[in-house]
Structure formats: C-alpha cells, structure tokens
C-alpha cells in the first residue's frame, strides 16, 4: 500500500531566540496550508524531536502542539529515534496511512538547538551514545566520527585536504536553498582558519547548531487523487547497528544504512541508477563518504575521488548543502529532507540543475550509522 | 541535593566499568563489550561473562576538544580506539601522557580515575581510562 505526500513546507533554520518550540512548530505549517485548498484536517498529527525534554522541560509535546494548533480528537504521536526521528517520524505515518488506520497525516519536525550553550548542546549529542558504558567516557558521535576520519584517510590512502571536498562542495549548494541555515560559499582551503572539533575535523567539517521546523502533509491514494500534484511514497525502510563503533567488524561501511538503502530500492521496485537526486545524512565529512559507499553510489574509499559538483554517477547529492550547510536540528533534518526531494519531484527546488526528475530518495540516521531510515519517492502528476 | 546522574546506575554497573566485564560467545568465539545476552556478532544466546586483564592496545585516536559539559575541564581530551588482549574493541579516554607522545600499536592498561563530576555539589563518578602500560620486571 502506497501513501502520497501532497504538501510540505520549511522554515528557514536559525536562531529564533523570540520563538518557543510550538511557536516554530506552528511556523512550519503556514506554507503548507496554503498550498492545500482544504482546511488542514489531520487525523494524525506525528511530532518528531530529539531534545525538547531536556531544552524545554517537556514532555507529551505532541499533545501540547496539537492544542496550540487547535488540532481536537485526533490520533498523537511523538517520535524519538536520534537525530534520524524525522524519517522515522514520515514512516510512522506512511504506516497510519497505507494501514488505513487514518487518510490524513501530519508530520512535524521540531528542535531548538541554539536555547542553550554549545557545550550543552554538545552534551545532548552524547547521549545518542549508550549512556551506561559510552556516554560515560566522554564519547560523542564527533570522537567517533573523528576516529573514523583518521581510519578512512589512512585505509585509503587520503589526506585531509582531500577529504575537505565535501565541505566545500556542501556550501557551493547553500546559497541558493532558501531554508538553508548557512548560505554562503567557503573557499578551498578555509579549512585553515577553522578550529579544530576533533583533530582532524574541523567546525567545517560538522554541522551549525541551529533552530528549525519542517512538514509534510501525508494522505490516502483516494485523497491524494483530488490534488493536482501529489507524490507518492514508493519505499521506506530501516536497519540498525550496535551503538558502539569499536565493535563493529568493518568501521569503513554503515551496514544499517547500507542495508535500510537495499531494502528500500527492493520496495520501490528500482534500481540506484535510476534516482537522480539523493539527500544523505552527512552530520560530519567522512561519515558522508562512506555513507555514500555504503548505499553503492561509490565503490569503497572512492567517493572523495567521484565526487564531481555534488554528483556522483548519474545522481546530485545534497543539493540543498546537507546537514554541513543547510542545518542539522536533530529531530527535524529527516523532515527538511523529504521536504526537500519532494519540491525537487514538484520542480519547485533545484530545477536549474535537476530538471524533471522521476525518484528521488533520502537517507536520515543518528551518530555514525547507529540506526538508519531511508525512502523512495516518486513523482505521479 | 539535585543528582544529574544516579549513583544507583553507576553501582549496578560496577562490574562492567571498573572490572571491564566482557561477553565471550562460545559459538563463535568471539567476543565484546559492553556485555550483552545475545552475541552481536552471530546472534547467539551461548554466552559467558568474562574479566579482562586490562591490557590493551591503541588502534588509533582522537584528540577532542569540543567537550561535553561534564568533561569540559578534561579538554582537550584524548578518545582512543582499544583493541584489548582478550579480542574485543572499546572507546575510552588515554591519560598520563601527552596527546604527541601516542601513537598507534602503543600498550595501555586500565586505570581507575574520575570520570565526571556532577555538577558543583553532586557526586564525583570514577571509572576506568587507560594510561601507558607499565611493565613490571
């Protein structure tokens, strides 16, 4: 069974310091209600967010947008699964949807990361880590990440400089995505006057601490039928993998990414080579490489080299400038994804560089391919 | 007194962070850390909790200093990869010695030494990181 999006919006991400949580979640609404003719009457309304527990002091914050939405006797839902909650969040409702369990569904995806201080911020990303034997060590998904920077140059023969294509490559994209959090270019070699994170990754080589909302409005086959644009969601799909990086046999392939990527092409009954345009989850620089090795856009340590004005092979990848550029808020980023490939199968985001696209697909995940969630769309009208 | 974490999780895990307690799988003989029920390696449930010696070696690390809060007066921290004699692989900190003076293939043995401190009137945690091991003639 098959769901079809029919309308999504995006706030621009940023520092809203005079905006709360609810506030920004209302925000994300406003342009995809206009663009439905119908009053927006969800059945479901599904909340994505990582940190509103420990930013806001909040629970049940499904609830509580549903009511400053004005949103009554409808199904809720809060999601929760990392910084990859958001995709999560579309296949909680794409299974609302195709079940037949509701035809309307609403996904929201919200977080607030510039309320508190770097360092905090930097302490709520640890605990994507497990908290009784990791955590505790001080580790984060950038130390590992780091480490991993190291083994792949090393592994394959790379230096840093090389790697820091895709930095680049990602604030090439910005400027021109309008929600984008940083739009504007860097020059080659600005790496230089970036500090250090983790030795060798750079800020330039993480993404900005920011402020977003993003939507999508997902229906039943017979709803999405009284639209004149709608897509379709042909695949969609997740894996996991132990949460510690040390144990994992191969370091140098996400096998839950890989592994979400196979079974969401089998769903959507495609092959890789015909999507032309892809958003992957590249929360720092090596973890986008080998992301795009382990979905077989690039064979094994080859992506830095493949990597062409944000192409590999036939497909673009990250045109909106990723989560280095375009913005990581946690529980929201799956959401700016699909918002993204969707106006991309409309033609209303890219078209200078995509033209008419057929499938496009998105990759959302947490810490260094911790669990994973992707998913296929296609364009129907 | 507000606790931000609870001294009753540390205690429970007692045996896992200060006498690095392992999982041995007797099916495939391989084994990890932390220890769980199941081998995540082959899914088996034909398991054994073991105690490792402590020893190690480095396979390769970080210098961090983009801290969380709680470890902000360790910055810059060293992160290192550890590949310990018994076969299975952790992330911990390497102190007592000089982040230039690391390097990869270099022996570490555990030592036990605060982790973090909670806060201005909370309890200090201890824990296991790993320092240059010393032979003993």
């Not at chain 1, 490489?289 to 979905?295: A, D, K, T």
């Not at chain 2, 081998?39 to 105690?51: A, D, F, P, T, V």
């Amino acid at each position: 069974m098959r769901s079809f999006i029919i309308s999504s919006s995006a706030v621009k991400i940023d520092r809203y310091y005079d905006k709360n949580f609810k506030e920004l979640a209302i925000e994300s609404i406003k342009d995809l209600e206009k663009k439905i003719s119908e009053p927006l009457e969800p059945e479901a309304l599904i909340i994505s967010s990582v940190a509103v527990e420990h930013l806001d002091k909040q629970s049940n914050i499904a609830g509580i947008i549903a009511d400053y939405l004005g949103l009554r006797n409808i199904r809720v839902y809060r999601v929760e699964s990392g910084e990859a909650s958001g995709l999560a969040a579309v296949q909680i409702a794409h299974s609302l949807v195709s079940s037949k369990a509701v035809k309307k569904a609403l996904v929201i995806g919200v977080d607030k990361l510039s309320d508190m201080p770097n360092a905090k911020i930097a302490e709520l990303y640890s605990y994507l880590k497990d908290s009784d034997y990791i955590q505790i060590h001080g580790v984060s998904p950038l130390s590992e990440a780091a480490l991993l920077a190291k083994i792949y140059m090393k592994t394959y023969d790379y230096s840093y400089e090389d790697l820091f294509i895709w930095p680049f490559t990602m604030h090439q994209n910005s400027p021109d995505t309008p929600h984008a959090q940083l739009r504007f270019k860097i020059s080659p070699d600005s790496y230089k006057e970036s500090p250090i994170l983790a030795e060798p990754l750079r800020l330039l080589d993480s993404y900005p601490f920011g402020d977003g909302a993003s939507a999508l409005y997902i229906v039943s086959e017979d709803v999405a039928e009284e639209y004149d644009v709608n897509v379709s969601i042909e695949g969609l799909s997740s894996s996991n993998d132990v949460n510690d990086i040390a144990s994992r046999e191969d370091l140098l392939i996400f096998s839950a990414v890989r592994d979400s990527f196979i079974k969401t092409l089998k769903m959507a009954d495609i092959e890789l080579g015909k999507l032309k345009y892809i958003e992957i989850h590249d929360n720092y620089t090596p973890n986008a490489f080998i992301v795009l090795e382990s979905i077989g856009l690039a064979d094994r340590g080859k992506a830095p080299e493949l990597l062409q004005d944000s192409m590999i092979g036939s497909a673009h990848v990250n045109l909106s400038g990723g989560l280095k550029a375009r913005g990581n808020p946690w529980g929201a980023t799956g959401v700016y994804q699909v918002h993204e490939i969707f106006s991309a199968l409309l033609g209303e985001f890219k078209k200078s560089v995509l033209g008419e696209i057929d499938y496009a697909a998105a990759q959302n995940m947490s810490g260094c391919g911790d669990v994973s969630y992707s998913i296929v769309l296609k364009r129907v009208r | 007194m507000m606790f931000e974490r609870s001294p009753a999780k540390i205690w429970r895990n007692r045996d896992v962070l200060y006498r690095l307690k392992y999982s041995y799988c007797r099916d495939c003989k391989r084994s990890f850390y932390p220890p769980r029920g199941r081998c995540i390696y082959c899914g088996s449930s034909n398991i054994e909790h073991r105690y490792s010696s402590g020893r190690g070696v480095v396979k390769e690390f970080t210098v961090v200093y983009q801290t969380p809060v709680g470890f902000t007066d360790m910055s810059p921290m060293v992160i290192g990869l550890i590949e310990m004699e018994e076969g299975f692989r952790l992330l911990a900190q390497i102190v007592d010695v000089k982040p230039e003076e690391i390097s990869n293939g270099m022996k570490v043995e555990a030592v036990l030494r605060r982790m973090i401190v909670d806060g201005e009137t909370g309890l200090i945690y201890y824990g296991i990181k790993f320092a240059p091991l010393i032979e003993k003639s």
